[in-house]
């Protein structure tokens, strides 16, 4: 289970509206390689992991991805909180606004909404840890083309740190593949699904 | 002495919380690392301390620590999302 705790992981506070970075940083809550999708990438994945230290990776990191979708948030409901329908309208945000008004729902700064799509829990662990590996540098892409179009130091702040933050968690995910490539055949490492192919046969079978 | 500010006191829990987190990530794929353990002993007293200052000052960090009064007070505070004036 998890407990709610009142405090953001970083702080986020935001002076100045901007429609304009609202609409793109909102693909980090609800788009491909967004902190949603993370989050959920790795607690799905974890149940089948057959190796408990990556088991508990998989939760620490999925549980810091729900911080990071909430600094997300956070940002976006800040830069949105006190916009005029004049700059709503001019910044293009119109079009969310009308289904939305200004509240958070998770979508790809093109519009396209969340969807299970973008992530991939396989059951097997060598896939699944390279996937999270590539997952951790699509985010970090994405932070890197965010911080080109952002001049505001108090907005660039709070996504440079998530920015540093994928690539800790690549680090991590690169050391979890190779805890779990440590109890296999170095010969081959790609030859069985670890996950299903090293299962303990059940009792009278 | 003035009495600290619910940003600094946030803030100085926010970063114990960050030293704890980041040793207890480096920690599930380098068990044996002695120093880690060390840090992660050092973080985790300092955090709770951090907690309890915050806490006195400015309310509760988690709904199983609410002071119970006459009325029901957790909602009272700001939220994190919200900018802090």
């Known amino acids: 289970m998890w407990t709610y705790e009142r405090s953001l992981q970083y702080p986020v506070n935001i002076s100045k509206p901007d429609a304009q970075s609202a609409k793109i940083i909102i693909t980090q809550f609800g788009g491909p390689d967004g902190e949603l999708a993370a989050s959920q990438r790795y607690l799905s994945q974890r149940y089948s992991m057959p190796f408990k230290q990556v088991a508990g990776l998989l939760t620490d990191i999925g549980t810091e991805e729900m911080a990071h979708m909430e600094i997300v948030c956070a940002i976006v409901h800040q830069l949105t909180k006190n916009l005029s329908l004049e700059e709503i309208k001019a910044s293009g945000l119109d079009t969310y606004f009308v289904d939305h008004t200004l509240g958070l729902w998770p979508q790809a700064a093109s519009g396209t909404p969340f969807s299970a799509t973008v992530l991939q829990s396989k059951g097997d662990a060598i896939t699944d840890l390279v996937e999270d590996m590539a997952a951790e540098q699509k985010a970090r892409t994405t932070y890197d083309n965010l911080l080109r179009f952002i001049d505001n130091p108090e907005v660039r702040d709070p996504l440079k740190f998530l920015r540093a933050r994928e690539i800790v968690h690549f680090q991590r995910f690169g050391e979890g593949l190779r805890i779990v490539q440590d109890h296999l055949n170095s010969k081959n490492f790609y030859a069985i699904n670890p996950e299903f192919d090293l299962r303990k046969p059940r009792c009278g079978s | ?85």
């Not at chain 2, 207890?24 to 007293?45: I, M, V």
């Not at chain 2, 955090?47 to 200052?53: G, L, Q």
């Not at chain 2, 000052?57 to 700001?78: C, E, F, I, K, Q």
């Open chain 2, 1 to 85: 002495m003035a009495r600290a500010s619910r940003e600094e006191l946030m803030r100085n829990y926010q970063v114990m919380c960050f030293y704890l987190d980041d040793i207890t990530l480096y920690l599930q794929t380098h068990p044996t690392d002695q120093a880690a353990l060390r840090s992660y002993e050092k973080f985790k007293q300092l955090k709770k301390e951090a907690a309890k200052e915050y806490t006195d000052a400015y309310g509760p960090l988690h709904s199983d620590n609410v002071y119970v009064t006459d009325r029901w007070t957790w909602a009272d505070m700001p939220w994190p999302w919200e900018r802090q004036e």
